[in-house]
């Protein structure tokens, strides 16, 4: 069963749901969007299936969050990327794969461009056309799953384009649109303990 916790970054606390590191599983770090918080997770029933496989994560609320119990709310890059490395760092430090919703797979890419990773699984990442992450790109050098909706409001060439910079696979969702993973919560658990499995086989 997961464990409820605290982490600090930069003087602010925020609220964490995490499994313990585990012996021979990647750590899965799991990034909510902008309207969301970690327990997010719990709630479409990913945590729920990677406790069941056996497999540590954390689910950080993050201080970019509009409805995060954070002490104090920020949407610095720095202090975002800092949050990661800290829960990273909570599950002992080992590459993990990274999960990113919306604000929160931006904030997945700009990690992945400075720090070690065993993958990336993107869900509606909210990239712009104009931002330095496209020139980051060729700096993630794992596997990459970018999963969106057919409804989803961003356009549609920015994720083709994304995932021809970074070799990804896209999937799109019918029926379902930018939370993804809360329209369509079965398929999204399933695609992300095959992708798992994925990442897994390559280590």
Same mark, same amino acid.
């Given at each position: ?75 610095? =890059? *720095? !202090?975002?990327?800092? @949050? %990661?490395? $800290? ?11 990274? #999960? ?19 993958? =990336? *699984? !993107?869900?509606?990442? @909210? %990239?712009? $056309? ?11 050098? #794992? ?61």
């Amino acid at each position: 069963m997961g464990k409820r916790g605290y982490y600090g970054v930069n003087g602010i606390e925020c609220p964490i749901l995490y499994n313990p590191p585990a012996e021979d599983t990647i750590p899965v770090i799991l990034l909510h969007g902008y309207n969301f918080t970690g327990e997010t997770w719990r709630e479409v029933g990913v945590l729920d299936a990677l406790e069941k496989e056996g497999i540590s994560y954390a689910a950080p609320d993050m201080p970019y969050g509009k409805r995060t119990s954070c002490t104090k709310k920020s949407r610095s =890059l *720095l !202090l975002n990327l800092r @949050a %990661v490395e $800290e829960t990273v760092s909570l599950l002992g430090g080992s590459p993990p794969l990274i #999960v990113g919703a919306s604000l929160g797979g931006r904030i997945a890419l700009y990690y992945a461009a400075g720090h070690e990773v065993k993958g =990336l *699984l !993107l869900a509606s990442p @909210a %990239v712009r $056309e104009d931002e330095e992450i496209w020139r980051l790109l060729k700096r993630i050098r #794992v596997p990459v799953m970018i999963i969106r909706g057919s409804r989803d409001f961003i356009p549609l060439r920015l994720h083709e384009s994304l995932a021809r910079g970074l070799g990804a696979r896209l999937v799109v969702y019918e029926d379902a649109g930018h939370v993804v993973y809360r329209d369509r919560p079965e398929r999204f658990v399933e695609d992300l303990l095959n992708f798992y499995a994925l990442i897994a086989g390559l280590a």
